[in-house]
């Protein structure tokens, strides 16, 4: 397209009120209407990515197909727009200040004065326009992180500021904001909306659209104030009640004729009818069957990640849970989640035996030693117990430790994250990542993004996958130890996919057991609502076969 269109998604009063949904379903109905989308998240902190920081403290850290480590809004694009987002449409405050400064060192201002004001916009800019030749796209739809009227975004409101100075008819800004319904008052208060409108005036900005994130549906009186005091038409303020799932978000907007006001916005004629269009058909289809998928498949979930101060989160497992989800509604059930704590089995060994009560056990990523013998405990339960089981990354390569201990009879194997000199070094340092952990070099250096894994014919993986090459993600410094392969391999531990250019394990798999396999990549990060992942399909088949009986 000639002139590519951008939108900026930007939240109204206070943080969590879902633009990162909103973007994402914002990007799906216009793809609905013959457009090629993608979607672009800025984040305000100083980290260069999201990869150093904490899981409780950040949520889950997505990983791209070329191995960046994003928010995980990346991930909610990468599902709702069922396309691959790459590392050009993450950009973090960090990420833009280093630019800006590496170039002042390299002489590429050619001795000009630097600014902040003005320089720091025009990198913003810059990068936006370099996602959008590189995806090719005809609308960006941009996800501005942070709430309007704080601090730290503000250079990125200038930037869009500018674009839309530069082509104005090419920019929209879309609000998302929230409108409290105090329980003590029991009305619909648009007053914190109003404002956030103001301090969206203040900065050059005015909304083309408003998205009322409310507990219910916005009435026409509360309209009609939003119109009359943010200057905005009555039909683009949009309601966003409560829903049961974020996958109704964009029928609920298309319900509402969104896409066909924002394209007359841009001056865009649709490609195709909303109702007729492939996608939308398709995606009706998957929440009707969200819908009838009633009857449970549980599911326990063992992990760390998930203590908040006084609230569990399980935010740092994002696309674990939804690619538990996937799997489930197409095999029609709902996939229940429990979050089970490793650290109370090495307490009290006994309690292991409430992973009976559950369908499938999965073990996510993790790293460093906290829980890592109460996880170890729980394999062995469902190893002995028929148990399906389900693996990632850190949990293989327990699973791998704990048939070492236990089947093989190596008591002293371990990994060497956690004990430098093991007996039996069963995970052990990649050679590739060596200089990086003694140079203390912890940002971005693990084994990041898209390898090969080739499939083991006659394995579960390969039944799962039906090819026999494929693509996943991976994000880990340590690796399984090759020595290790065939005593696991007589112990009925055998490799079922393996990296061909680095030799490196990469899936493992329990022969004689219902399901019990392990993965060292991520394919939480490849399952998409509408293409399940195969390995999470096989799980949960297994889990419902276990319920059966
Ligand atoms: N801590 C392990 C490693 O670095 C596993 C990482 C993970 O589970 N993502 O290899």
Known sequence: ???????????????????????????????????????????????????????????????????????????????????????????????????????????????????????????????????????????????????????????????????????????????????????????????????????????????????????????????????????????????APDVEHIYAVPLMFEQQELSTKILKELHLRPRTASAQSPRMIQWKKLVKNIQQSTEPVRIAVVGKYFHTGEYVLADSYISVIEALKHAAWQCKRKAELVWLDPEEYEQDPKRVKELADFDGVLIPGGFGSRGVEGKIQAIQYVREHHIPYFGLCYGMQLAAIEVARHVVGLRGAHTVEIDEAPEHPIIVVNPHQQKNILQKHYGGTMRLGSYDCEVMSGTKAAVAYKQPMVKERHRHRYEFNNDYVQRLHDAGLIVSGRNPQQDLVEIMELKGHPWFLGTQFHPEFLSRPLHPHPLFLGFIKAAIARNKK
């Not at 739809?141 to 601090?151: D, K, R, S």
């Not at 929230?178 to 008052?185: F, T």
Request: glycine letters at 8%; hydrophobic letters at 35%; aromatic letters at 8%.
């Open 1 to 239: 397209m000639k002139h590519p269109k951008y939108i900026f998604v930007v939240g109204g009063v206070m943080s969590s009120v879902g633009k990162g949904v909103v973007t994402s379903s914002l990007g799906m109905i216009l793809q609905s209407r013959g457009f090629h989308v993608t979607a672009m998240k800025f984040d305000p902190y100083i980290n260069v990515d999201a990869g150093t920081m904490n899981p409780t403290e950040h949520g889950e850290v997505f990983v791209t197909e070329d191995g960046d480590e994003t928010d995980q809004d990346i991930g909610n694009y990468e599902r709702f727009l069922d396309e691959d987002i790459y590392s050009v449409n993450y950009m973090t405050n960090g990420r833009i200040w280093l630019e800006v400064i590496n170039k002042e060192r390299n002489l590429e201002y050619k001795g000009k004065c630097v600014e902040v004001g003005y320089h720091i916009p025009q990198e913003i800019i810059r990068r936006i326009k370099l996602a959008q030749q590189k995806s090719r796209s005809d609308i960006m739809v941009i996800e501005v992180g942070g709430t309007i009227g704080e601090y730290q975004n503000i250079l990125f409101l200038e930037a869009a500021r500018m674009m839309k100075l530069e082509n104005p008819g090419d920019v929209l800004f879309v609000l998302v904001s929230y409108l409290p319904i105090p329980s003590k008052v029991g009305e619909m208060k648009t007053k914190p909306t109003q404002h956030a409108v103001r301090q969206m005036n203040e900065v050059g900005l005015q909304p083309n659209v408003i998205i009322g994130r409310a507990e219910k549906p916005l009435d026409t009186v509360r309209k009609k104030k939003l119109a009359q005091f943010c200057n905005i038409d009555d039909a683009h303020i949009i309601s």
